[in-house]
């Protein structure tokens, strides 16, 4: 099955709320692959590819001796839990980020605590509920931020698939989970008939009956194929594929390291889970709704997925221009160029699969680049422009565009060792033609000294599209007032500089919030300290009636 990051969840179905309060045995019937049942206790593996064990509890626990299904981390096992009464799904994940990744329909349930011990590593886990229906399929949450999910209760039904995987055209429908039984697949805007649609049984005895699609231009009925499929004790249902073409797709690929992927979590209370409109996230073999986390298909990288730079570029792209966006994002943490720049290299050629299967769709508009980090050293840094001029070159060649748009960005400023490097890159219009940078300033990360947080992942990505706008659309970036990033306007441990040293007139200061509400205005012939609360601010200086340099800022809530 394709990796895929999840937060780790344990499902637990009561018919309390209070974790003190006596727990109903209630049996859940859980189908699914891939897990062996074992007792949630003190010392157990929580998954069969790892050495990681509970700890030992610190009171005696309401769900020792609850069973639980132990699987694969990592590994996307699916399956569905059908409680068979009313109560609450229990969900156990990471306490510092189960109410931003869950969502707000998940509360955490007080004093439910427990650890695990990783390696070493004690970390703190957490129960959140969220209310069950008697009947009615529960799916494991996509979240990203953990290692792996498994049900647990307190008697469960284990029981084996039916259906394995639905294929198109002999590729396994991407996404495919078995307790969904409605599917839409997009196909290229040079598509002129149907695909024929298939149907992997897990074990012998399923019997199938496949209506094909007949149009792909005509009503849904005509675009729809419908699988009936009977299972071994003759239980039936209905899967359905309806077809959708696509108009040609603007492409973007999007590739680098870590910061590029996203490694600061989502909040779905601020939308970060809502599709973005007229835009589209290419998987396996077609394109999705384009929803974070953007990296989720990335076929060179296995470990967490976060808020991407991708996600706030795909927006400001498509509320600006009329036509559809493709995203074909291919990152990987700790990357180095040099595992990069050659045809031969495997995140080269495993992100030109996929590059170029989507090519299908549409026609590539540019490459977003962020990396760096991996090579901001003595060692490595020299050899960094002529390596990425190489990049540059086979990725222009391979996707048939030898001027293709190509944006690098800067990488955190927080650290003084980062900045030769970024002080290089802004230069890449030196040593590699048609190309720009996003600058990184004002930008502050999410407290572990590397990675962008949300909100400065967010910024970074209006910038790109800032870039890409005005160079591939003519659309100038805020209102065709003159946008730049520059190193007059800096955040430095979360305190906000603003380098001013005129003589001859003074510079007007203004910084808002986003509500457009002024926290601080000021003409000022000498340089500017301030300390501010915790947020996103637009901080705007004009010099000698010119048109200001505005430029958003992120004061973190963290000190380092």
């Given at each position: 099955?394709?990796?895929?990051?999840?937060?780790?969840?344990?499902?637990?179905?009561?018919?309390?709320?209070?974790?003190?309060?006596?727990?109903?045995?209630?049996?859940?019937?859980?189908?699914?692959?891939?897990?062996?049942k074992?007792?949630?206790?003190e010392?157990?593996?929580?998954?069969?590819?790892?050495?990681?064990?509970?700890?030992?509890f610190?009171?005696?626990?309401?769900f020792?001796?609850?069973?639980?299904?132990?699987?694969?981390?990592?590994?996307?096992?699916?399956?569905?839990?059908?409680?068979?009464?009313?109560?609450?799904?229990?969900?156990?994940?990471?306490?510092?980020?189960?109410?931003?990744?869950?969502?707000?329909?998940?509360?955490?349930?007080?004093?439910?605590?427990?650890?695990?011990?990783?390696?070493?590593?004690?970390?703190?886990?957490?129960?959140?509920?969220?209310?069950?229906?008697?009947?009615?399929?529960?799916?494991?949450?996509?979240?990203?931020?953990?290692?792996?999910?498994?049900?647990?209760?307190?008697?469960?039904d284990?029981?084996?698939?039916?259906?394995?995987?639905?294929?198109?055209?002999?590729?396994?429908?991407?996404?495919?989970?078995?307790?969904?039984?409605?599917?839409?697949?997009?196909?290229?805007?040079?598509s002129?008939?149907?695909?024929?649609?298939?149907?992997?049984?897990?074990s012998?005895?399923?019997?199938?009956?496949?209506?094909?699609a007949?149009?792909?231009?005509g009503?849904?009925?005509?675009?729809?194929?419908?699988?009936?499929?009977?299972?071994?004790?003759?239980?039936?249902?209905?899967?359905?594929?309806?077809?959708?073409?696509?108009?040609?797709l603007?492409?973007?690929?999007?590739?680098?390291?870590?910061?590029?992927?996203?490694?600061?979590?989502?909040?779905?209370?601020?939308?970060?889970?809502?599709?973005v409109?007229?835009?589209?996230?290419?998987?396996?073999?077609?394109f999705?709704?384009?929803?974070?986390?953007?990296?989720?298909?990335?076929?060179?990288?296995?470990?967490?997925?976060?808020?991407?730079?991708?996600?706030?570029?795909?927006?400001?792209?498509?509320?600006?221009?009329?036509?559809?966006?493709?995203?074909?994002?291919?990152?990987?943490?700790?990357?180095?160029?040099?595992?990069?720049?050659?045809?031969t290299?495997?995140?080269?050629?495993?992100?030109?699969?996929?590059?170029?299967?989507?090519?299908?769709?549409?026609?590539?508009?540019?490459?977003?680049?962020?990396?760096?980090?991996?090579?901001?050293?003595a060692?490595?840094?020299?050899?960094?422009?002529?390596?990425?001029?190489?990049?540059?070159?086979?990725?222009?060649?391979?996707?048939?565009?030898?001027?293709?748009?190509?944006?690098?960005?800067q990488?955190?400023?927080?650290?003084?060792?980062?900045?030769?490097?970024?002080?290089?890159?802004?230069?890449?219009?030196?040593?590699?033609?048609?190309?720009?940078?996003?600058?990184?300033?004002?930008?502050?990360?999410?407290?572990?000294?590397?990675?962008?947080?949300?909100?400065?992942?967010?910024?970074?990505?209006?910038?790109?599209?800032?870039?890409?706008?005005?160079?591939?659309?003519?659309?100038?970036?805020?209102?065709?007032?003159?946008?730049?990033?520059?190193?007059?306007?800096?955040?430095?441990?979360?305190?906000?500089?603003?380098?001013?040293?005129?003589?001859?007139?003074?510079?007007?200061?203004?910084?808002?919030?986003?509500?457009?509400?002024?926290i601080?205005?000021?003409?000022?012939?000498?340089?500017?300290?301030?300390?501010?609360?915790?947020?996103?601010?637009?901080?705007?200086?004009?010099?000698?009636?010119?048109?200001?340099?505005v430029?958003?800022?992120?004061?973190?809530?963290?000190?380092?």
């Open positions: 099955m394709r990796e895929i990051r999840y937060i780790f969840c344990l499902f637990i179905i009561l018919s309390a709320v209070q974790l003190s309060a006596q727990v109903s045995q209630i049996t859940v019937k859980i189908e699914g692959n891939g897990y062996t074992k007792i949630f206790a010392g157990e593996l929580l998954w069969n590819n790892r050495t990681y064990l509970i700890e030992p610190a009171n005696p626990h309401a020792a001796g609850f069973e639980l299904l132990q699987s694969a981390a990592s590994i996307a096992e699916g399956g569905t839990i059908t409680p068979l009464a009313d109560g609450y799904v229990y969900v156990i994940a990471k306490e510092s980020e189960g109410l931003s990744k869950l969502g707000a329909e998940w509360t955490v349930v007080a004093g439910s605590g427990f650890n695990y011990n990783a390696n070493g590593v004690i970390a703190p886990l957490a129960v959140f509920q969220h209310v069950a229906v008697a009947n009615t399929l529960i799916t494991i949450p996509l979240a990203s931020g953990f290692t792996g999910a498994t049900p647990i209760a307190k008697t469960i284990l029981q084996v698939p039916v259906v394995s995987a639905i294929t198109i055209d002999g590729v396994n429908l991407a996404m495919f989970l078995e307790a969904t039984f409605t599917y839409v697949h997009r196909l290229p805007y040079t002129t008939t149907a695909p024929v649609v298939g149907l992997t049984p897990f012998a005895g399923v019997s199938s009956i496949i209506s094909q007949t149009k792909i231009h009503t849904e009925a005509e675009r729809t194929a419908t699988i009936d499929v009977t299972a071994q004790d003759n239980s039936k249902r209905t899967y359905k594929v309806i077809f959708e073409q696509l108009p040609e603007d492409l973007f690929l999007c590739i680098g390291q870590s910061n590029m992927a996203g490694r600061d979590g989502m909040d779905a209370s601020q939308g970060d889970y809502i599709p409109d007229n835009a589209y996230l290419y998987t396996t073999s077609t999705i709704d384009a929803v974070n986390p953007f990296n989720g298909f990335s076929n060179v990288e296995s470990v967490t997925q976060g808020v991407s730079p991708v996600f706030s570029f795909s927006k400001n792209i498509s509320a600006k221009v009329a036509a559809k966006l493709g995203f074909v994002v291919n990152a990987k943490g700790g990357s180095d160029l040099v595992e990069w720049d050659d045809k290299d495997n995140l080269y050629t495993q992100t030109m699969i996929r590059a170029l299967e989507a090519k299908k769709w549409g026609t590539y508009k540019a490459i977003l680049w962020h990396q760096g980090e991996a090579d901001a050293n060692n490595d840094l020299p050899a960094y422009p002529a390596q990425l001029t190489n990049l540059v070159a086979h990725l222009r060649e391979d996707l048939g565009d030898v001027n293709l748009f190509f944006v690098a960005g990488i955190g400023k927080w650290r003084t060792d980062f900045d030769t490097f970024n002080a290089m890159i802004p230069t890449i219009g030196t040593f590699i033609s048609n190309s720009a940078c996003a600058l990184s300033d004002g930008l502050t990360d999410k407290g572990d000294n590397l990675h962008f947080n949300r909100a400065s992942q967010l910024i970074l990505g209006e910038r790109y599209a800032d870039i890409v706008l005005k160079n591939i659309y003519g659309i100038s970036a805020l209102s065709d007032t003159e946008y730049k990033n520059t190193s007059n306007i800096s955040v430095v441990k979360n305190k906000l500089y603003i380098e001013i040293s005129n003589d001859s007139f003074a510079s007007v200061v203004c910084i808002t919030d986003l509500s457009g509400r002024r601080y205005a000021s003409e000022s012939h000498q340089s500017i300290e301030l300390n501010l609360s915790p947020g996103v601010y637009v901080v705007s200086v004009m010099n000698n009636n010119r048109n200001p340099i430029q958003k800022i992120v004061i973190s809530s963290s000190l380092l």
